[in-house]
Nanobody, 125 residues
Framework: QVQLVESGGGLVQAGGSLRLSCAAS????????MGWFRQAPGKEREFVAS????????YFADSVKGRFTISRDNDKNTVYLQMNTLKPEDTAVYYC??????????????????WGQGTQVTVSS
């Protein structure tokens, strides 16, 4: 089992930027998809972005497309979520996750088995 630790959350004004990081333990980091999900108060957790093992494929929710980017550094066992032009509706707890196995595409919560503890992102208007 892998341990995932997110960091980089905080309070930012609308239009601002934040970069989230997720550090993973374990030697098999580079084998799996990594994803970011978020959960706003009173809402279900939703997909935000994911990146393939090599980093060559990335996927984004429509709500963040063009504003967020995802990247990974397999040498550092870390995945990043760069969030630009933040909106109040981006306020949520953000979770990183590792996929259960190798996939050609991983954008669904059930495809992920290891989760971080989450980091709060608050965007003020």
């Amino acid at each position: 089992q892998v341990q995932l630790v997110e960091s980089g959350g905080g309070l930012v004004q609308a239009g601002g930027s934040l970069r989230l990081s997720c550090a993973a333990s374990g030697r098999t980091f580079s084998t799996y998809y990594m994803g970011w999900f978020r959960q706003a108060p009173g809402k279900e957790r939703e997909f935000v972005a994911s990146i393939s093992a090599s980093g060559s494929n990335t996927y984004f929710a429509d709500s963040v497309k063009g504003r967020f980017t995802i990247s990974r550094d397999n040498d550092k066992n870390t995945v990043y979520l760069q969030m630009n032009t933040l909106k109040p509706e981006d306020t949520a707890v953000y979770y990183c996750a590792r996929s259960l196995r190798t996939y050609s595409k991983a954008i669904f919560e059930h495809q992920y088995g290891d989760w971080g503890q989450g980091t709060q992102v608050t965007v003020s208007s």
